[in-house]
C-alpha cells in the first residue's frame, strides 16, 4: 500500500466545495513540502499545487492546498464537472531505509 | 517549452530486462539541481516512485525495488535510460519520467505522456 494516506473517493456536486486529505509521517509530510497531482482520464499526471500551497501558472485558484504537521489537504471550491479525476499527493521521503518520493493511494473525485 | 518523452519496448516477456528512454527538451539535464524521476502506475492503480537521477549525477532508488534498477543519462543526448531487471507481469504497468527539480523539495513538475510495458510470455 501507499505510504500516504488518501480516502480513495470523494464526490461533490457542481458549486460546492470538497476537501481531499493526505496523511503521512514525520519522515515526509512532517519534515518536506507537499504536492498534489491531477490526473484526468487517460493521461498523464500534472501539477497542481506544489510546496504545500503554490500553484503553478495556469491553475485556476479554485484549487488550494494546506499543510499542517503530518497531515496536509487539497481544497476544490466552485467544483466544476471538469475537476472529475484522480488526485494525488506527494512529498519527499527522508526515511533511513531508503529516501525517495513517496505518494498517496489517489483519490476519485466525481462530480455528481 | 518542457517536454519529455518516454519510449521503449509494449511488450516484454518474464525474466527479460526493460530498457526505457527519457528524451527531454526544454531544459539540459546539466542544469544545476535539475534531474529526472522515473514513476510506474499499474492499471486502475497508484503512482509509485522509482528513481531519479541529478545533474551532478546524484542517483537514488525506491528500496523495493533498488537490486533490479539502473539509472543512467546522457547529458549530449539529453536522455535518461532505465533498466529494470528480471520483469514480472506484476511489472506491467504506464511508466512516466518527469522533470525533477531540487529547489522547493524535490518537485516532480512535467511529466511525459508514459508509456504502456505489458510483461506477458
Known amino acids: 500500500q501507499s505510504v500516504l494516506t488518501q480516502p480513495p473517493s470523494a464526490s461533490g456536486t457542481p458549486g460546492q466545495r470538497v476537501t481531499i486529505s493526505c496523511s503521512g509521517s514525520?519522515?515526509?509530510?512532517?519534515?518536506?513540502?507537499v504536492n498534489w497531482y491531477q490526473q484526468l482520464p487517460g493521461t498523464a499526471p500534472k501539477l497542481l499545487i506544489y510546496s504545500n500551497n503554490q500553484r503553478p501558472s495556469g491553475v485556476p485558484d479554485r484549487f488550494s492546498g494546506s499543510k499542517s504537521g503530518t497531515s496536509a489537504s487539497l481544497a476544490i471550491s466552485g467544483l466544476q464537472s471538469e475537476d472529475e479525476a484522480d488526485y494525488y499527493c506527494a512529498a519527499w521521503d527522508d526515511s533511513l531505509n531508503g529516501p525517495g518520493v513517496v505518494f498517496g493511494g489517489g483519490t476519485k473525485l466525481t462530480v455528481l | 517549452q518542457v517536454t519529455l518523452k518516454e519510449s521503449g519496448p509494449v511488450l516484454v516477456k518474464p525474466t527479460e530486462t526493460l530498457t526505457l528512454t527519457c528524451t527531454v527538451s526544454g531544459f539540459s539535464l546539466s542544469n544545476a539541481r535539475m534531474g529526472v524521476s522515473w514513476i510506474r502506475q499499474p492499471p486502475g492503480k497508484a503512482l509509485e516512485w522509482l528513481a531519479h537521477i541529478f545533474s551532478n549525477d546524484e542517483k537514488s532508488y525506491s528500496t523495493s525495488l533498488k537490486s533490479r534498477l539502473t539509472i543512467s543519462k546522457d547529458t549530449s543526448k539529453s536522455q535518461v535510460v532505465l533498466t529494470m531487471t528480471n520483469m514480472d507481469p506484476v511489472d506491467t504497468a504506464t511508466y512516466y519520467c518527469?522533470?525533477?527539480?531540487?529547489?522547493?523539495?524535490?518537485?516532480?513538475?512535467?511529466w511525459g505522456q508514459g508509456t504502456l510495458v505489458t510483461v506477458s510470455s
Open positions: 518527469a522533470r525533477t527539480v531540487d529547489v522547493i523539495g524535490r518537485l516532480l513538475d512535467y
Open positions: 514525520s519522515s515526509n509530510i512532517g519534515s518536506n513540502t
